[in-house]
């Protein structure tokens, strides 16, 4: 049983890592910036932000939710993100190390942390980055393709698409204006 615990501690500090990469994700998906290009800075000061800054919600509240630079507020966003990515990955801990058990725990864990991305991209920018898209596409195509066979995940292609292609379309013609974006269209893609 105390194995059980330290896989759970294990497996929320993993989470606690994928979030703290998220927020760079959230943060620089739609600004069209690398993510390997450059460090982590301040968007206010550009300081460099040092590894001991950078160590998921602990920084957080050892900075007071300050840049140790310039004082400019941190968002909140950062170590909630963190938090809940970090919980999720330890409800989902994997009872078992079978090849099943570690590949449903990455499945879930990804597309979680996917879909918490476009939640906040989306609300904040009012776009769904094709990086995310094709990214949850490779995801949840390796997914299918080990589980079912070709003609299932075709069909759930074309219909995940011309749903809400049509739907678009058809809002196009009644209101002369595009109802749903490119990027919400390929999540639809990726869905189906």
Aim: contains cysteine; aromatic residues 18%.
């Amino acid at each position: 049983m105390t194995n059980n615990y330290i896989f759970v501690v294990f497996s929320f500090l993993f989470g606690l890592c994928i979030g703290s990469f998220l927020n760079a994700v959230i943060f620089r998906l739609p600004r069209k910036v690398s993510l390997s290009a450059s460090r982590s800075h301040c968007p206010s000061c550009d300081k460099l932000i040092y590894w001991y800054e950078n160590i998921p919600v602990i920084s957080y509240l050892f900075l007071r939710g300050r840049c140790s630079g310039c004082k400019t507020k941190i968002s909140a966003q950062y170590p909630l993100v963190e938090m809940t990515v970090g919980l999720f990955a330890a409800l989902i801990t994997p009872t078992s190390f079978t090849t099943n058990a570690l590949w449903s725990y990455f499945f879930f864990l990804t597309v979680f942390a996917s879909f918490l991305a476009i939640v906040i991209i989306d609300l904040r920018h009012k776009l769904i980055p094709n990086g995310i898209n094709a990214y949850l596409f490779i995801v949840l195509f390796l997914t299918v393709v080990l589980m079912k066979p070709w003609p299932f995940w075709v069909s759930g292609l074309a219909i995940g698409a011309l749903i809400p292609i049509s739907v678009t379309y058809f809002f196009y013609l009644l209101k002369g204006q595009i109802g749903l974006g490119g990027g919400d269209i390929k999540l639809w893609a990726v869905l189906g």
